[in-house]
């Protein structure tokens, strides 16, 4: 096999790596900067922006309210999920061809329809808008990621496994949890993280449904843009850039483990 002695890969890919990491830089050094504003010219190293961050009792009320929301549409989505994508795999009728176009086309809906939609919806059922609201909607279209994560999974799912076990005498639950879910966790897992990504960062569906109180941290990073660029929104975005690449790189040895055992 001859080696490719052209350079433009390499050009191509170096371009790639700037166009995602340089802005984050960027992001990065301004906020160790004490100057006020974004982009003031370079005064110095300093932790100032995140003491500030620390003390401000309305972004930790934010994030709190993001992180309970996440976690919990996280949970739910991935249970509905889970089950929805072993519905759509094991059965082929007119019923779950038409769920599995649901969740598809789920996918595909913009997001500022969805919200009105919500909204909408939320209001003719007569409830207030608050964090219960912002949980159905991000179980709403968090459910779909983790279905289609699992269904791949499930591709690959080897089924006589369920019936050896049946065979030995196993009950469904000691199958459930000896069996299926080894078989589809990293499937299952992938879907979470997903999920609980696409959650946090979520802000136009969430803009439409939340209520007073219920500020989430994207809601409330976008009503501080508009009055002026913060610094203590680079601290914060460092903070989040930082726990997400911790995530990723928990994900990755966990999925390496989970390989080496198999083999």
């Known amino acids: 096999m001859k080696k490719c002695k052209s350079k433009i890969p390499f050009f191509a890919t170096l371009g790639i790596m700037l166009l995602f990491y340089l802005p984050m830089l960027v992001v990065a050094l301004d906020s160790f900067n004490p100057g006020r504003y974004s982009g003031s010219g370079w005064n110095g190293f ?3 922006w995140y003491v500030k961050l620390v003390q401000d009792q309305d972004v930790i009320s934010a994030l709190m309210n993001s992180l309970i929301i996440g976690l919990s549409a996280t949970a739910t989505a991935v249970v509905l999920g889970t089950l929805a994508a072993f519905a759509i795999h094991l059965y082929t009728d007119r019923v779950q061809k038409v769920h599995r ?3 598809i086309t789920q996918l595909g809906i913009p ?3 969805m919200g009105i939609s919500l909204l909408l919806f939320f209001i003719s059922l007569k409830l207030e808008l608050g964090l219960f609201t912002i949980f159905l909607a991000h179980v709403t279209f968090c459910t779909s990621f983790v279905a289609m994560t699992v269904l791949a999974r499930l591709q690959d799912f080897d089924f006589s496994t369920v019936e050896a076990a049946r065979d ?4 469904w639950a000691i199958i459930i949890r000896r069996v299926i879910i080894p078989q589809i966790a990293p499937g299952i897992i992938a879907g ?10 979520d802000f136009v569906i969430t803009y439409f449904v939340y209520g007073p109180g219920s500020t989430t941290l994207s809601v409330y990073i976008y009503s501080m843009m508009k009055h002026g660029t913060p610094v203590i929104i680079n601290a914060l975005s460092v903070i989040l850039i930082i726990v997400t ?4 790189y928990a994900i990755n040895k966990l999925m390496s483990r989970k390989n080496e055992n198999i083999v």
């Open 46 to 48: 300093s932790m100032r």
């Open 101 to 103: 176009l649901m969740i």
């Open 111 to 113: 997001d500022i329809l």
């Open 168 to 171: 030995l005498g196993a009950g």
């Open 192 to 201: 979470a993280l997903l999920a609980f990504t696409i959650s946090i960062d």
């Open 245 to 248: 690449f911790i995530m990723a």
